[in-house]
């Protein structure tokens, strides 16, 4: 049987394509939701600045996750939420957890350095395990004014490599 690993365009369409020769990709479905801002600021009446949420959903089976890949492509600042089962509640339902506060992509908001880097977020760089996860949420931020659509590109998520005692 062959596996898929979806890729999220920056058109904000979905495709898949075989992973067939990464045993470790892990498998998942994108929804991508604009979240509007209003923020206040006296001195620019038009700032706008842009937020986007991108949620990872790996269906009912729970993933360990070990790494996140994509291209960049004019997103400034990533902060990652990730959705599994409360250890704390006696329910056992599912809760979001904050992963990473805030990741910077890139440098100065305003130029293209880093702009359409590639980057890798390892499970390392969290405050919570990515053991046993239901869904990623990434949230995407560009405050400046110069850059009129971002996001990021060829998302990939990698399965969290087991170590074994030899």
């Not at 395990?129 to 060829?154: A, T, V």
Request: aromatic residues 12%; negative net charge; hydrophobic residues 35%.
């Amino acid at each position: 049987m062959e596996n898929y690993i979806y890729e999220l365009n920056s058109d904000l369409s979905i495709v898949s394509s075989s992973a067939e020769n990464n045993h470790n990709s892990i498998e998942f479905g994108a929804t991508v939701i604009p979240i509007y801002l209003n923020i206040n600021d006296q001195e620019n009446p038009d700032y706008n600045p842009k937020c986007t949420a991108m949620i990872l959903d790996f269906g009912s089976i729970p993933q360990d996750v070990g790494e996140i890949y994509f291209k960049n492509y004019y997103t400034y600042i990533i902060s990652i939420l990730v959705m599994k089962i409360s250890n704390t509640d006696s329910k056992r339902l599912k809760k979001w957890y904050i992963a990473i506060r805030q990741k910077k992509l890139m440098d100065n908001a305003h130029t293209e350095f880093e702009s359409q880097d590639y980057v890798c977020i390892k499970s390392s760089e969290s405050e919570i395990d990515w053991s046993d996860l239901y869904k990623i949420k990434l949230i995407l931020r560009q405050p400046s004014p110069n850059w009129s659509n971002f996001g990021i590109d060829d998302v990939k998520v990698v399965r969290k490599v087991q170590s074994q005692n030899v």
